[in-house]
């Protein structure tokens, strides 16, 4: 029953390029330093211009991550932090992800290349060196506990088939709706002993997973 369910899902875990695509396509909130008219900006070099604004001088502004660090670039704002990215917030998260073998949901699927762009500008962040560390202890506790998580479940389903009870019975209580596509992807391609039909059906399993909790 459930492998025919995971077929209606019909999805495939992305790329790494996509997922920061993905990332940089999130909204964050701006403080232009200057009243601005409408600004033209490509998504990349070659690109169709999408139009911003008009901005005005210290009142916040949401745009997509991409054209706030553009725009950050050119010395035309500040960008404000997302409320998570904090010291005290992700030492509250760290502690509870540590408490349990199930994965904790996050502020955004997208956190750690959020966070990693953000803190090209330290001067942004209260003790960024801090907070840089615990997104990082975050992130690997995280991935070691996905890869150890996935490479039963793939044992589980040599020895016992894609139907197998005991390759399910080891995802329950694991909440494997709250781990991200990027965790995924970067697990899937530091270790070449998964195959990709196997991620994609875990990617699917995951995936399954967020669409019952959103009816629950």
């Given amino acids: 029953m459930l492998p025919l369910i995971t077929q209606l899902v019909n999805m495939s875990l992305p790329s790494s390029k996509a997922l920061v695509i993905t990332a940089e396509n999130k909204t964050v909130d701006i403080l232009p330093k200057h009243n601005t008219n409408v600004v033209e900006m490509p998504r990349f070099e070659g690109a169709i211009c999408q139009n911003f604004g008009p901005f005005t001088a210290g009142e916040a ?21 997302p409320e998570w990215l904090t010291k005290e917030k992700l030492d509250t998260l760290l502690s509870q992800e540590l408490l349990t073998s199930a994965f904790i949901r996050m502020p955004t699927d997208c956190y750690y290349t959020i966070a990693s762009k953000l803190l090209q500008w330290p001067q942004n962040t209260r003790n960024p060196y801090l907070v840089k560390h615990c997104i990082k202890d975050i992130w690997e506790y995280r991935l070691e506990k996905l890869q150890e998580l996935l490479s039963a479940f793939i044992l589980e389903m040599h020895t016992n088939g894609k ?16 781990i991200t596509a990027m965790e995924l992807r970067v697990v899937a391609n530091r270790d070449f002993s998964y195959n990709e039909p196997e991620i ?17």
């Avoid at 994609?200 to 629950?216: H, I, K």
Wanted: glycine letters at 2%; aromatic letters at 16%.
């Fill in 61 to 81: 502004a949401t745009v997509p991550l991409w054209f706030a660090m553009n725009f950050r670039n050119d010395d035309q704002c500040t960008i404000i932090n």
């Fill in 200 to 216: 994609e059906w875990f990617f699917e399993l995951c995936e399954l997973a967020r669409f019952e909790e959103s009816f629950a």
């Fill in 163 to 178: 139907a197998g009870e005991k390759a399910f019975k080891s995802l329950k209580n694991r909440d494997i709706q709250n």
